[in-house]
């Protein structure tokens, strides 16, 4: 069983090159997670990939069982965490079609099971220590996947999660920006938190599918996802190829 999993959103609900070996159904206390944890092997790896959104995309940000699909992972023997983030740029550098590994995270969200610490018998720690959000280990893999690959991330930064499923206003995005987020996405937050209570190791792949609202202009979103998703989704990929196998390495070595 890998101790590696990957989970995928907006442009990737499904990872092209997993050579598939099983699917596992997990039950949890907290319910059905949104899809089959998917076990395969990967540029040589043995890892597990989870559909954010589930099957045919079908479950929105807000509606995501995150406490499902982070104790399913836990339960398979996951122990760290690539989350793949399709995210609107903020930061002048963040334009679409590029990639960013964020190192800090603010939560816009509400109405969300967002612990486990519910006080039920055997819950989480109430006050998980959350000052990286993001597990350096993981950052570092990823930085260092990415120049191996040629690609060029295009920063660090905060990432912004608001409820969604709608996208914001611009007012709303210049508040985003005076905050200090360079990028804003919908399913970041409670996802990270989990991952932190459960002591799972958590980094965030943030890819640029759009100018947030307003930032260039009052443009099409949509028509600027389509256009930039899929280079930006080739960049992930390329990323992994080598992120991975180097944590995979020093997994064994550990
Ligand atoms: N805002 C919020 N979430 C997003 C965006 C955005 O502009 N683009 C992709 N996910």
Redesign the pocket.
């Known amino acids: 069983m890998s101790s590696i999993a990957v989970i995928g959103g907006?442009g990737m609900n499904r990872w092209p090159g997993l050579a598939v070996e099983r699917g596992h159904e997990v039950e949890t206390p907290y319910g059905a997670p949104s899809a089959l944890l998917i076990e395969g092997t990967v540029y040589g790896v043995r890892a597990l990939f989870l559909a954010r959104h589930g099957e045919g995309h079908r479950f929105p940000?807000h509606a995501i069982n995150y406490r499902a699909n982070l104790w399913a992972l836990r339960d398979l023997g996951v122990r760290s965490v690539v989350a793949i983030?399709?995210?609107?740029?903020i930061a002048d550098w963040f334009a679409p079609g590029e990639v960013a590994i964020p190192d800090d995270v603010i939560d816009y969200t509400y109405g969300r099971e967002h612990t486990y610490a519910d006080g039920r018998e055997g819950s989480a720690l109430a006050h998980v220590d959350f000052t990286r959000p993001y597990a350096p280990r993981l950052r570092t893999a990823l930085i260092d996947g990415a120049r191996a690959a040629g690609v060029v991330p295009a920063g660090d930064g905060v990432l912004?999660v608001?409820q969604?499923p709608r996208?914001?206003s611009p007012a709303e995005?210049r508040r985003l920006r005076r905050d200090g987020a360079d990028?804003?996405?919908?399913?970041g937050m409670p996802e990270a938190a989990l991952a932190a209570e459960l002591g799972i190791e958590y980094a965030c792949l943030a890819v640029?599918?759009?100018?947030?609202?307003g930032v260039m202009g009052l443009g099409d979103?949509h028509a600027e996802?389509e256009r930039s998703i899929e280079d930006g989704m080739t960049k992930v990929r390329a990323i992994l190829s080598h992120a991975l196998p180097a944590l995979a390495a020093a997994d064994a070595t550990a």
Do not use: D, F, K
């Open positions: 907006t940000p983030a399709a995210v609107g740029g912004a608001t969604g996208l914001e995005v990028m804003v996405g919908m399913t640029s599918v759009n100018w947030a609202a979103i996802i």
